[in-house]
């Protein structure tokens, strides 16, 4: 019923920028808290950025805080990531994730939805 489509994920300059885009279909009569996680080599998949579905509440990892920027359109039924001062630490598997209510998922268990993901890679 829902779809989660990432784009926006390639190879970039350590310093760069970057912005990610998911596309959520199937959520015409659903109302939910969108986020980002990440999932780099050898590591746990975790939270980075989190926005409610009004978009008025967001939500940053430490990490993050100050360098990612998370938003949303709802008439585009779009989320997105803008990704600044990227650094080689940032490189990992990107995942867009669906929330189980319009509060934004800040953990796994949260997610209802999951994209496939896209692949960032920040060279030195």
């Known amino acids: 019923q829902v779809q989660l489509v990432e784009s926006g994920g390639g190879l970039v300059q350590a310093g760069g920028s970057l912005r990610l885009s998911c596309a959520a279909s199937?959520?015409?009569?659903?109302?939910?808290?969108m986020a980002w996680f990440r999932q780099a080599p050898g590591k746990e998949r975790n939270f980075q950025a989190g926005?409610?579905?009004?978009?008025?509440?967001?939500y940053y990892s430490d990490g993050a805080k100050g360098r990612f920027t998370i938003s949303r359109d709802n008439a585009k039924s779009t989320v997105y990531l803008q990704m600044n001062s990227l650094k080689p630490e940032d490189t990992a598997v990107y995942y867009c994730?669906?929330?189980?209510?319009?509060?934004?998922?800040?953990?796994?268990?949260?997610?209802?939805?999951w994209g496939k993901g896209t692949l960032v890679t920040v060279s030195s």
């Open positions: 994730a669906g929330g189980k209510s319009m509060d934004a998922p800040t953990k796994n268990s949260d997610v209802n939805y």
């Open positions: 926005i409610s579905y009004s978009g008025d509440t967001t």
């Open positions: 199937g959520l015409t009569r659903s109302y939910y808290g």
